[in-house]
């Protein structure tokens, strides 16, 4: 369902010799597979280009390795690059005098009013005393959205009546937070459109009259391609100094963060991740970058197959099941390359949609950590007590030799022949495969974990 | 009516006009059909958040009538890339606003900070301009104020709001709503949703539940469930249609904050992958900040 880009690569890569250079025509190919993804993920058309001249340059003519595939290779550059465009986390600037003045600005239904709270309960979680300001005297009932949030997290809000001016409601909340001993401000400004020139003025205004520390422009994950014209306009106009990217929990991509990292040059501070006042992360770029690529985090998944996998085991077992000459032997052996990746759920959830797949699923202890490796286990030692001659050929099992396995492992005959009828499914599905385009896709499975 | 909607439309695009779209214009404004205009073209909308596969089959329809027809004039062929991107938006079914019926329900959903409540407030408004009695029901009892935010707007726009506490039951909420519609015999209701991810399963799930209690409570209720999309939403938004189309049959779109630089591309992918229509569009933070949408005013106006 979700094609990856992962998935494109090895698709355009498949049909290369796994020796030698990467050659100009076999990185554009590939390149064009990932300017599709960026552009899909929302990064700025623009962006994008200059994004792919970048991972070109260093792509070709770069010498294969044998332990990951030339896709994997491609990948590693493209995801290398993201994260120096997307650059590192920065905390939020506590430097200077007390009160600390965070600003936070953006378009209309961004998430300020939200993002305030979580900010706040951020800091106070690290004993700060915030005091959050309700300076969106425009949206109806806004001041009493922040009124109930800060009721909700036992954190005081400094709010006037709406007729009063945004620049002197914070104004006087600095006063307040001096008089009070709180040490950092929280500015929850109005939505606002960047061409919208009075009301960047008045952000302007609230500037000079509170000198905050931070201006952190809050954007939504889902913004598409304006998303550059935006951020631009708000950095022209009032300075920014971070930004806050929302709705991360949903299934965008984030392709805006690429876009904005770009075109203003600040740091991505934090990422809001749920509807909850604690749904606040501080950014990793990592995680960041694998999203925008689609890929889940497949990025760490390849990494430790080749720190753990040995070559030379994934090529045998691959050419055996090709041939379908693939034995209880060579199963076990596949499974205790695999255990070596660490713990199987952990794995899983590196997958794309993998997520989305357990949520499906009614009968989530079948999934829990304990449950799977629980059945690894058993599988492994109903192997173990196998005779050679019983691995390699399967067929000899009857009944007292089940019963003899089944005591030897500590199981039941009923869990051996479970496993046996498993088995035999596999066998049946290799048998499919051996037709030519199968094999082909059987091969790029393979190539997965390699 | 229309003419005043045409007119806000197209001032409430002259923004874009002058760049990206504005830029198509210069496009067909002089030189041939060449391979170069069709990969600035595919750039231009690719930028305007159309989607890479629209645009492609856009792009490649447009071609291959430009050849077929043997157009050679540049105006020609930019009347093709209108009628082809009008025929997006089009040939879907009618509103359902209007049909006679004993009460109109209209659920409107979708993602957090898209503009649901400002939208519904603008819908009152519009509605009770023209004659008719409209009840809103605060149905959105988890997002802080809230309800006061929809009863401000209910004030203003001169209509009753049928609200509970905050995290009452929404589906309580919905259910008053609609009985207080049957006996004070208003003629449409407007039903505000709490803010939710399409991705979330259990918040999809509650809105099917409040689905099924209009259902149960008026004839075929709901009569219009609109899916409010903020403008500057890139590719998300038609996953975002999908989403609520498989769980609540979305039958129309409203774009809000068309009053940016953003112009909601994204429409046309929405349109040629669901065939969900685009029914109404915001421009504006005041409540007579919205107009039926027009798939011709609206191509055009991109188009200066």
Request: with cysteine; glycine share 8%; charged share 25%.
């Amino acid at each position: 369902m979700f094609e990856n880009l992962q998935d494109k690569l090895q698709g355009v890569f498949n049909q290369l010799t796994r020796r030698g250079r990467l050659s100009e025509a076999d990185v554009d190919k590939a390149l064009r597979e990932v300017r599709l993804a960026l552009l899909e993920a929302d990064v700025n058309f623009k962006i994008v280009k200059e994004f792919i001249a970048r991972v070109r340059e260093r792509a070709v003519g770069i010498e294969l390795k044998k332990t990951i595939t030339p896709g994997q290779q491609v990948i590693k550059i493209v995801h290398e690059e993201l994260l120096t465009t997307l650059g590192d986390s920065a905390p939020i600037n506590l430097g200077g005098r007390s009160p600390h003045v965070i600003m936070l600005i953006g378009l209309q239904g961004s998430g300020k009013t939200t993002t305030a709270a979580k900010l706040a309960l951020h800091f106070r979680k690290s004993k700060h005393n915030p005091l959050l300001v309700a300076a969106d005297t425009r949206r109806p009932a806004a001041i009493e959205q922040l009124k109930v949030l800060g009721r909700q997290l036992d954190i005081p809000v400094h709010f006037e009546d709406s007729s009063v001016s945004p620049p002197k409601i914070c104004a006087n909340a600095v006063k307040v937070a001096k008089s009070g001993a709180h040490n950092i401000v929280i500015l929850d400004t109005a939505g606002r459109l960047q061409i919208d020139e009075a009301l960047m003025e008045e952000l302007n205004q609230i500037k000079v009259k509170t000198e905050p520390q931070e201006t952190l422009l809050v954007a939504d994950s889902m913004t598409g391609q304006e998303a550059v014209r935006v951020a631009e306009g708000f950095h022209k106009q009032v300075d920014l100094t971070g930004l806050i990217l929302t709705k991360v929990d949903g299934d965008a991509r984030g392709g805006a963060a690429i876009s904005i990292r770009a075109v203003t040059g600040v740091p991505i501070k934090f990422l809001g991740v749920g509807e909850k006042s604690s749904d606040l992360e501080v950014f990793h770029p990592d995680r960041l970058a694998s999203r925008i690529l689609g890929m889940g985090d497949i990025l760490s998944l390849i990494e430790r197959a080749e720190d753990v996998l040995d070559e030379e085991v994934a090529e045998r077992s691959a050419k055996k099941l090709l041939a379908g000459k693939f034995n209880l032997e060579d199963f076990l052996e596949q499974l205790q390359q695999i255990k070596k990746m660490g713990p199987v759920t952990k794995m899983l959830e590196m997958l794309p949609g993998w997520k989305d797949m357990t949520r499906a699923v009614k009968d989530t202890d079948a999934l829990s950590e304990e449950n799977m490796e629980k059945q690894m286990k058993r599988t492994e030692a109903i192997i173990s007590s196998m005779t050679t001659k019983e691995r390699r050929n399967p067929k000899v099992l009857n009944g007292s030799r089940k019963k003899r396995i089944a005591q030897g492992s500590g199981t039941t005959v009923h869990d051996v022949n479970q496993l046996l009828s498993q088995f035999r499914q596999m066998q049946k599905m290799m048998k499919q495969f051996k037709k030519p385009r199968a094999r082909q896709n059987l091969m790029n499975m393979f190539d997965g974990f390699r | 009516m229309f003419g005043f909607g045409k007119k806000k439309i197209s001032d409430s695009l002259a923004r874009t006009r002058s760049s990206v779209f504005g830029q198509i214009t210069s496009l067909f404004g002089g030189g041939e059909i060449d391979d170069e205009l069709w990969d600035d073209l595919e750039a231009l909308l690719i930028q305007a958040d159309v989607g890479v596969e629209t645009t492609m089959d856009l792009i490649e329809t447009v071609r291959q009538r430009v050849t077929r027809e043997g157009v050679t004039k540049l105006a020609d062929a930019q009347s093709i890339l209108k009628e082809e991107m009008q025929r997006l938006l089009d040939g879907n079914n009618a509103s359902d606003f209007d049909r006679e019926r004993l009460v109109t329900v209209v659920l409107v959903v979708g993602v957090n900070g898209s503009g649901k409540t400002t939208t519904i407030a603008k819908l009152a408004n519009y509605y009770q301009r023209q004659g008719r009695k409209v009840i809103l029901a605060a149905a959105d009892t988890f997002r802080a104020a809230a309800i006061d935010q929809l009863k401000i707007w209910g004030e203003r726009a001169n209509c009753t709001v049928i609200a509970h506490q905050p995290n009452a039951d929404p589906g309580a909420v919905v259910f008053d709503a609609l009985k207080s519609a049957l006996s004070r015999k208003a003629d449409l209701v407007l039903i505000d949703t709490a803010g939710r991810l399409h991705t979330k399963y259990n918040l999809m799930k509650e809105l099917e539940k409040l689905r099924g209690i209009a259902g149960k409570q008026v004839h075929a209720a709901p009569h219009e469930t609109l899916l409010v999309l903020d403008a500057i939403t890139g590719q998300n938004a038609l996953s975002q249609a999908r989403h609520f189309k498989d769980s609540v049959a979305i039958t129309g779109v409203v774009l809000a904050k068309l009053d940016g630089t953003a112009k909601g591309g994204v429409v046309f992918a929405i349109g040629r992958e669901l065939g969900v229509p685009v029914r109404f569009v915001g421009v504006g933070e005041g409540i007579e900040d919205i107009m039926p949408f027009d798939s011709k005013a609206f191509v055009d106006g991109l188009f200066g």
